[in-house]
T-cell receptor
Framework: DAGVIQSPRHEVTEMGQEVTLRCKPI?????LFWYRQTMMRGLELLIY????????DSGMPEDRFSAKMPNASFSTLKIQPSEPRDSAVYFC?????????????FGPGTRLTVL | KNEVEQSPQNLTAQEGEFITINCSYS?????LHWLQQHPGGGIVSLFM???GKKKHGRLIATINIQEKHSSLHITASHPRDSAVYIC?????????????FGTGTRLTIIP
């Protein structure tokens, strides 16, 4: 299996622009997670889906952030409008979430820089 | 006070030394995860455990639910073990997989 795939790997944009991050989870995994990592705050969960349904979005910072999972093999995280404080590495992870097995498999991350 | 505390924040050791990284948490949990983040930024899940002990190669993870404490041990440490090790907990709410993370322990193994 190719693992969790994220695109783009790097994104540089200007303040006010819309940014869309993409994630393809491991086939057969039914949970998908979006995380953000910064030097100041470390790793934080933004939102996670189970069977394509958002379960916990308490970490989504504000209305500028939105996430969708239209099917089991694709998810997007959108920031509109972007701000410099959104600069971070965004990780997507997936999990099979079987009984007793919740190991999360992380993608390589998208490094976002908002100028 | 953070819900998940790790110690030490930084650890430098000589190759071959036995390494212990500690994680304490203040909330009820259903499971605890240990993750490894390589210098290049990639994150790998090492262990998920809810009781007792797990072992994989030179890595051992233990958890004491009553004391709300977990340890990650590395035997015969090697420079390639140099990484940031992150502890994360899943809340006790059944079915909620949300992870709360510690701030990580930066491990450097000197040849």
């Amino acid at each position: 299996d190719a693992g969790v795939i994220q695109s783009p790997r790097h994104e540089v944009t200007e303040m006010g622009q819309e940014v869309t991050l993409r994630c393809k989870p491991i086939s057969g995994h039914n949970s998908l997670f979006w995380y953000r990592q910064t030097m100041m705050r470390g790793l934080e969960l933004l939102i996670y889906f189970n069977n394509n349904v958002p379960i916990d979005d308490s970490g989504m910072p504000e209305d500028r952030f939105s996430a969708k999972m239209p099917n089991a093999s694709f998810s997007t995280l959108k920031i509109q409008p972007s701000e410099p404080r959104d600069s971070a590495v965004y990780f997507c992870a997936s999990s099979p979430r079987l009984a007793g097995e919740g190991t999360q498999y992380f993608g390589p991350g998208t490094r976002l820089t908002v100028l | 006070k953070n819900e998940v505390e790790q110690s030490p924040q930084n650890l430098t050791a000589q190759e071959g030394e036995f390494i212990t990284i500690n994680c304490s948490y203040s909330v009820g949990i259903s499971a605890l995860h240990w993750l490894q983040q390589h210098p290049g930024g990639g994150i790998v899940s090492l262990f998920m455990l809810s009781s007792g002990k797990k072992k994989h190669g030179r890595l051992i993870a233990t958890i004491n639910i009553q004391e709300k404490h977990s340890s990650l041990h590395i035997t015969a440490s090697h420079p390639r073990d140099s990484a940031v090790y992150i502890c994360a907990v899943e809340g006790a709410n059944f079915g909620n997989e949300k992870l709360t993370f510690g701030t990580g322990t930066r491990l450097t193994i000197i040849p």
